[in-house]
């Protein structure tokens, strides 16, 4: 059996009692005890089977308090949107010569942004970036003329969303050093996007189970009907 880290070890509540999400956001503050600023992490547990095309959940969030991350984007464009893109605080702009620095091995970003004219290039990097969820998607976003505002929305608080195979969403959702209210707000914004990207496919019950986390703390069971879930 593996063994646990000592403070899940530690901690006495039972973690299989579903809490308030106040509650639950309370607890996992209180457990976040490392010398550095965990970040609060959800896992929303969905009634979909993706291996189905019609049961697919992805999506962006604007998460209303922010994520607590500095996110570096990249930008694939040139001309006057890499020159848009640059102005909203973009930290890598380029074309043809950041898709092959790409192709070397520099992955030095967090979020790619690209115009659809350089789609084109772009697909050259889906073996590199679509593993790593990376690849610019107009779904969520990330493809799109207006360069300046996608940038502005990543390192405001946009995050992605995917369903994994297991049927699980995992994402940040901001810092132990968020206050209770903070956390709260982004906790329902994204379970907001995630009911509305219930994909037509999903049958029976969609959202089955939450649970909350910081980066070295336990896992905390949410009441989904706490949340409106």
């Known amino acids: 059996m593996p063994k646990q880290a000592k403070r899940i070890a530690a ?34 547990n969905l009634g979909v089977d993706p291996r189905h095309a019609d049961q697919q959940v992805r999506g962006v969030v604007s998460l209303p308090s922010g994520t607590g991350r500095d996110v570096r984007v990249a930008v ?14 973009a930290e890598i ?10 192709q070397g091995g520099f992955m030095e970003f967090d979020r790619v942004i690209a115009t659809p004219d350089m789609m084109a290039l772009v697909g050259r990097l889906g073996k590199i970036l679509g593993p ?20 502005k929305d990543a390192k405001g608080g946009a995050i992605e969303f995917r369903v994994e195979k297991s049927g699980i969403v995992h994402a940040g959702i901001g810092k132990a050093s ?14 907001d996007a995630l009911n509305r ?3 037509a496919g999903a049958k029976g019950l969609y959202v089955k189970r939450i649970s909350l986390s910081s980066t070295m703390g336990p896992g905390v069971k949410v009441d989904t009907a706490s949340i409106g879930a």
């Open 11 to 44: 901690w006495s509540g039972d973690r299989n009692v579903l809490h308030a999400l106040p509650e639950a956001v309370k607890l996992v503050k209180a457990n976040a005890t490392a010398k550095f600023d965990e970040s609060v992490e959800i896992a929303v």
């Open 76 to 89: 694939i464009a040139k001309d006057a949107k890499a020159e848009e893109a640059k102005a909203a605080g």
């Open 93 to 102: 702009v380029g074309a043809e010569d950041l898709v092959e620095r790409i």
């Open 132 to 151: 790593r969820g990376l690849m610019p998607n107009p779904r969520v976003g990330t493809v799109t003329p207006n360069v300046g505002q996608a940038v």
């Open 178 to 191: 968020f206050t209770d209210e903070a956390i709260t707000i982004n906790v329902k914004a994204l379970v």
């Open 197 to 199: 990207a219930k994909p």
